[in-house]
């Protein structure tokens, strides 16, 4: 059983999935490498089939390993495809109609951002998890929010609701994130990316925190 105060793996999908069953094959292999708490299914711009069909074909890869899978943005379609939650950016509705939507038991996370104020916000508003970042340059999306990890600090310091970082998150930088207090890494380069493939990724990140 992975320590409940050690800093846990977070993936996000790659921004597009070409060969659906390959991916699902390497997702398998990638979560059988290591610890990992989470999978974000990301498929921005893809069309609403799409993402339902990418769900139905990682969710029980996931689950069946004990990783809960939340669906980034649609409330509506982590609804719809059984997900276990949603991550909802800042235009994407409120905790309060996800958690209406989704039920009691869903996983229920928030972007902030590098605020504080958003972060406090979500929390009062019944996120499970608040998100900053990024912290580095990612080349997944532009990076207009720079987040620094005395908010971290601040955050796990002031609050018990768990804290994400995300943004060009690597094996070599993440450790002034993980000593800083973050609950969770977000990541997709440094496992989809990994020159020796995703499960050597993980590998990797969950070495680099264990020794953080």
């Known amino acids: 059983m ?4 050690a800093c846990r793996l977070y993936l996000i999908t790659p921004p597009a999935l070409p060969d659906l069953a390959a991916f699902a094959d390497s997702l398998a292999r990638a979560l059988d490498a290591g610890d990992v708490a989470a999978l974000q299914i990301r498929l921005k711009g893809a069309p609403d089939e799409a993402v339902l069909r990418a769900a139905e074909a990682l969710i029980p890869v996931a689950q069946a390993r004990d990783v809960a899978v939340l669906m980034n943005d649609r ?7 059984g997900c276990d939650g949603v991550h909802l950016g800042q235009g994407d509705g409120d905790p309060v109609a996800a958690r209406k939507l989704l039920g009691a038991e869903a996983m229920i996370g928030v972007t902030c951002h590098a605020s504080r104020h958003l972060a406090m916000e979500a929390g009062e508003a019944g996120a499970d998890y608040v998100a900053f970042g990024a912290f580095f ?6 990076t207009v929010h720079q987040a620094d990890p005395e908010i971290l600090e601040w955050w796990s310091e002031m609050f018990e609701l768990p804290c994400v970082a995300i943004g060009g998150i690597t094996a070599q930088n993440c450790p002034p994130l993980v000593r800083a207090g973050a609950d969770f890494l977000a990541v997709v380069g ?3 990316n990994h020159p020796e493939g995703p499960a050597a990724g993980v590998r990797a990140m969950n070495a680099a925190i264990a020794s953080a």
Do not use: C, Q, V, Y
């Open 137 to 142: 340059p990612t080349g997944t999306k532009e």
């Open 2 to 5: 992975p320590d409940p105060d």
């Open 190 to 192: 440094a496992i989809w």
């Open 75 to 81: 409330m509506d379609l982590a609804k719809r495809a």
